[in-house]
């Protein structure tokens, strides 16, 4: 029992002795209250900043510089390292089935020294405590998170994200309530144990899903972290937590159509819910041509309405999906309260003035990360800090709640379209890469499964420490938060789509289409185009298998509101400024990445369909196979 604080309500043995012997605890019962413990007002300097820190072996090293702003709270980490996610973060200290690099593994001995004094440094500390349940819509865990009382700011962020729960309601269970996940914050143990790195520590325990954050960017731990939770729940139950966004699609012609779009970190997840950046005459800037400079636009009157659904995660529960629909298409919903944004891309006034207007004039306040703010000024989200001078830093974020966003849709929704997108290099003769896709490609259901046990994460990855290259996010472009085993998310994905055939796949590029720069405008013109035009099948005279099997097909023509876009932004092989050996090599460098990364997953415990899929990939199967191993 909590005796001292909430005698009526039971907790994990280990939570309840933190709690009961800390120097201090509150618990906190709404996102406002954490406003206020994100800046003390007694703990300000004279311009106005908190400055969280630690003692590390007698030395103060601080953390992060605070501030309140007109608009919310704005929060900067002194180093440049902690201002993105680190891939390698996730360690799991549990015997339990894992393809994951273990706590033992890489650092050479078991948790529960680490964990024990993790608890006792807790017990020192000033504590602020929550309770939230990880998902939303009754399909996820309830959970605890205990954090030092001075990181506000990072308390904050993580009740905007997912939510969080009165105490009152938490008392009034009594002995009803039960957590299965909690979430202990020992910032310091980054400098003292790991070198300064970001760790965050899975421990899996019968009945209660432990992690450790022992940092205070919220990617890795608030976010990422709470998303292995709910990946590790699924995996009991064959269903998963998708990585994507959701937007519903309404035409100038009243016609509705919903897009999911997949991806690894940077492959156009929150632009798909953005509307088009437009020049200032209006027109979409389509593309400039690396070589000769031309630049291509393409004019569209009225742009498409936006339905936002989903930003990054999705429950993709069985309870949603409905058995005896005739149309056999994924059902879906908002994993998040919140949605962790990205806006490296608006770099000046009026690139989204949507969203700047939005997150100028908030109806609740927001969380500001790695934006350039001072005390009581309005933080403006094209104004990033610097990591160097002259260099901006390229992972700006702002903590936005979904309950705020304009026309935000709140129950299930049916997936129409199923998009994946790629950050692509520019692609030339004399540079060959894998930046050969078109505007967009359709896929067959089998050849879309290839590609989420790929998950390509592409190229000038802004949101994580990154090296260069192509190299892949693992499958479903979740892996990097989940806890189990590649071929359990393998043979999930496998089932859900080949149970949902009436979903069409596509994919599409962006940053580049061969030698064009391009940004997010091929996605943005693949959903305005797909969805004026609808979902029926294409006939086969308009469409062309791709030169390169992995692609699918291609349109021959592509006609957007009376315009047509030129076939070299549908069949790059037909640039001059790359030609058909240069589209070749791409396609070897492409197909060469796709065989190394699914090679992994010839594993005894792979589904029997898709060991057929996988060796038919390696045998160089064309359209047709895939094809007709969709339909097996």
């Known amino acids: 029992m909590l005796a001292s604080h909430m005698p009526k309500v039971s907790l994990s043995r280990s939570a309840e002795v933190v709690l009961e012997e800390a120097k201090s605890v509150r618990f906190f019962s709404s996102v406002e209250e954490l406003v206020e413990a994100a800046v003390p007002a007694d703990q300000m300097d004279d311009q106005g900043y908190f400055t969280v820190g630690y003692d590390v072996d007698g030395t103060f090293r601080p953390e992060a510089k605070v501030c309140r702003v007109k ?22 200290a549990d015997d339990r089935a894992t393809d994951k690099m273990t706590y033992q593994k890489r650092f050479g001995g078991e948790f529960d020294d680490l964990r024990q004094e993790t608890f006792d440094w807790l017990k020192t500390q000033d504590l602020a405590c929550f309770f939230f349940d990880a998902g939303r819509g009754g399909k996820g865990l309830p959970a605890v998170a205990i954090c030092p009382a001075n990181a506000g700011f990072f308390a904050l962020g993580l009740a905007m994200l997912q939510g969080i729960i009165p105490v009152e309601e938490i008392e009034a269970k009594g002995d009803d309530y039960f957590h299965s996940a909690i979430i202990y914050i020992a910032p310091p143990f980054r400098h003292s144990h790991f070198d300064g790195k970001q760790v965050v520590v899975h421990n899996r325990r019968d009945e209660l899903h432990e992690l450790y954050s ?82 291509r636009h393409v004019t569209l009157p009225l742009g498409c309405s936006l339905r936002p659904v989903t930003d990054d995660m999705a429950l993709c529960h069985p309870d949603f999906q409905d ?66 001078p002259g260099r901006p830093c390229p992972n700006p974020r702002l903590v936005f709640p979904r309950s705020k966003y304009p026309g935000i849709v709140n129950d299930p929704v049916k997936v129409d379209i199923r998009s994946f997108g790629v950050r692509c290099p ?19 259901p089998s050849l879309a499964w290839l590609w989420r046990l790929v998950a390509p994460r592409g190229h000038g990855n802004p949101s994580i420490v990154d090296t260069q290259g192509m190299s892949s996010e693992g499958v479903g472009s979740y892996w990097p938060f989940a806890t189990g085993r590649r071929v359990d998310q393998a043979n999930i994905l496998l089932h859900q789509i080949m149970n949902t055939p009436d979903t069409m796949f596509i994919l599409t590029p962006n940053q580049h289409i061969g030698c064009w720069e ?18 029926s099948e294409f006939p086969t005279d308009k469409v062309v298998d791709s030169r390169c099997p992995l692609l699918g ?47 992994n997953f010839l594993v005894d415990d792979l589904d029997a369909h898709g060991r057929k899929i996988i060796e038919a990939c390696l045998d160089g199967a064309k359209h047709s196979d895939y094809v007709q191993l969709s339909t097996d």
Request: glycine share 8%; charged share 20%; hydrophobic share 30%.
């Open 71 to 92: 608009n919310g709270v704005s929060a900067n980490y002194l180093e440049e390292y902690m201002r993105r996610r680190d891939p390698e973060c996730m360690v799991i």
């Open 214 to 295: 022992y940092n205070l960017y919220p990617g890795p731990s608030a976010k990422k972290g709470v998303y292995g939770m709910l990946l590790t729940l699924g995996e009991k139950n064959d269903w998963t937590t998708a990585h994507c966004s959701t937007v519903q699609v309404v035409t100038p012609y009243d016609n509705t159509v919903t897009i999911m779009h997949e991806g690894a970190s940077g492959g156009g997840k929150s632009e798909m819910l953005e509307q088009m950046h437009r020049e200032s005459d209006g027109r979409l800037l389509l593309g400039k041509n690396t070589v000769s400079g031309e630049p």
């Open 323 to 388: 058995p005896n629909s005739r149309e056999k298409k994924l059902t879906l919903t908002d994993a998040e309260h919140s949605w962790f944004l990205r806006v490296n891309h608006i770099t000046r006034y009026g690139t989204d003035p949507h969203l700047e207007r939005l997150t100028i004039h908030p109806d609740d306040p927001l969380l500001f990360l790695n934006i350039d703010a001072t005390p009581g000024s309005t933080a403006l989200i094209w104004e990033h800090i610097e990591d160097a």
């Open 426 to 444: 520019p692609c030339t003769r004399e540079n060959p890469t894998y930046g050969i896709m078109g505007i967009f490609h359709l896929l067959p």
């Open 518 to 535: 391009t940004g997010f405008a091929p996605q943005w013109i693949a959903r305005e185009y797909l969805s004026r035009r609808g979902t």
């Open 553 to 599: 097909q291609t349109l021959k023509t592509l006609q957007v509101e009376g315009q047509t876009i030129g076939h070299w932004f549908l069949q790059v092989q037909s640039q001059p400024e790359v030609g058909e050996e240069a589209y070749d090599e791409g396609a070897r460098i492409l197909t060469e990445f796709f065989h190394e990364q699914i090679r």
